[in-house]
């Protein structure tokens, strides 16, 4: 069970929208700023956001990010066939000292 | 171009023990924080291990704490993970990853570690 909690699943029909959301608590998300990686198949994981809601150079305005509290999201909008990956929301965890913490990772499937 | 260029898994039997290694290169290497990160076969993201540019502070997963190290060499542009008393359940692809404003902003490839006998 990962420190992060993510739906193991989410689907839209291209064109359309989603949210994947990302829980945490206070010595995590609630106090450390929140990335988010999309793994497409049998590749390596790439940065999305990070800092919350910051999109690295050559990341689509399509991928934004969010976070509330003790609570993140992250938002895909125009889905397209290429958007079918793992995403991963990950932070920091304060509580003992600073170790890094993902998600549990979340299927993505466009209809 | 930021390159990370992980190398040194493989095959080994339970109780063994295994070095990878992650050649940087594209970037003062010497500047950053790096980290391990694993992927068990079919699962999630697990973060391994961090250690700060200079050496100074280094932290471990529970996981693997006391079996694991982690290491670096700014002269070379190089990243270390000395693996001893492997279990099956640290068969895995291990990421090496470079951190950068507070997230794990670039990856290498991986490499895959198989603990088995």
């Known amino acids: 069970q990962s420190v992060l909690t993510q739906p193991p699943s989410v689907s839209a029909a291209p064109g359309q929208k989603v949210t994947i959301s990302c829980s945490g608590s206070?010595?995590?998300?609630?106090?450390?700023?929140v990335s988010w990686y999309q793994q497409l198949p049998g590749t390596a994981p790439k940065l999305l956001i990070y800092?919350?809601?910051k999109r690295p150079s050559g990341i689509p305005d399509r991928f934004s990010g969010s976070k509330s509290g003790t609570s993140a999201t992250l938002g895909i909008t125009g889905l397209q066939t290429g958007d079918e990956a793992d995403y991963y929301c990950?932070?920091?965890?304060?509580?003992?000292?600073?170790?890094?913490?993902f998600g549990g990772g979340t299927k993505l499937t466009v209809l | 171009e930021v390159q990370l260029v992980e190398s040194g898994g493989g095959l080994v039997k339970p109780g063994g023990s295994l070095r990878l290694s992650c050649a940087a290169s594209?970037?003062?290497?010497?500047?950053?924080?790096m980290n391990w990160v694993r992927q068990a076969p079919g699962k999630g993201l697990e973060w391994v291990s961090s250690?700060?540019?200079?050496?100074?502070?280094?932290y471990y997963a529970d996981s693997v704490k006391g079996r694991f190290t982690i290491s670096r060499d700014n002269a070379k542009n190089s990243l270390y993970l000395q693996m001893n008393s492997l279990r099956a359940e640290d068969t895995a692809v291990y990421y090496c990853?470079?951190?950068?404003?507070?997230?794990?902003?670039?990856w290498g490839q991986g490499t895959l570690v198989t603990v088995s006998s």
């Open positions: 250690i700060s540019s200079s050496s100074s502070y280094i």
């Open positions: 990853a470079r951190v950068l404003v507070s997230s794990w902003y670039t």
């Open positions: 594209g970037f003062t290497f010497s500047s950053y924080s």
């Open positions: 990950g932070t920091w965890d304060s509580s003992l000292s600073a170790e890094g913490v």
């Open positions: 206070s010595s995590n998300i609630g106090n450390n700023y």
């Open positions: 800092e919350n809601n």
